[in-house]
């Protein structure tokens, strides 16, 4: 089912891009970023208080399209790997545990890149407000999952501990230099804000009889920091 989504997902780039023609550039974007995340433990009665605990550094690649829809304004969608890390504590009687995860994404750009008149000779100012839809292919916990959120809960019932989606609300700033006709470099700084919880919401065990969701409480959410570098042509 990932794969045909996938698949499906890149077709309908591809056919976009083939339909478009002069109006059209395309890109590649190298984006060093730092992955955090914002942990929200809703539940403050229990004996466990949840906490983000850091942030690593990750780099963010892939191909865009430009959409050009006027002089001052482009569409942009495409297909990046985002790699991200986790990092999660809790403290319970006193004692601190940490665990860390690491997550593969496949991003889905779609945002709208507003651009100044030049402000400077073949330079530009540009805006984007947009968002991307987060697929993930893969995670993996790093060393002893000494939070206990992975094991023995997510293994002993086959389940992954993170959702298969993610969405985020994207905005970016920076400058967009003109080298020819067809080629142009950009740098900037974007905002990558988390709107889902990743956590799996059907993780449960069985106690007693009942069903129990111990993480219903606690809400993990992906934000990424980026320096943007890229080319377009």
Known sequence: MKKLLLSTMLLCNCTLIASAGDKIKLGIKL???????????????????????????????????????????????????SPRAIFLSSTANGIINKSQYNLQYLMVPGYFKFYTNEVAHDMRLYFTLGGTLDFKIAEKKVGDDNVGLKDPLAVKEGK????????????ATGVEFNLKDVTNLFVGISYNRGLLNILNPFLKYNHNGDSIKPYEHLSIKNNLLSLDLGVKF
């Open 160 to 171: 992954p501990l993170f959702n298969f989606m993610d969405a985020s609300i994207q905005m």
């Open 31 to 81: 984006t060093p970023c730092l992955s955090f995340s914002k942990v929200t433990d809703k539940k403050g009665s229990d004996s466990a208080d949840f906490s983000q605990n850091g942030s690593a550094l990750r780099m963010i690649i892939g191909p865009f399209a430009d959409f050009t829809l006027n002089d001052n304004v482009t569409f942009t969608t495409g297909l990046w790997y």
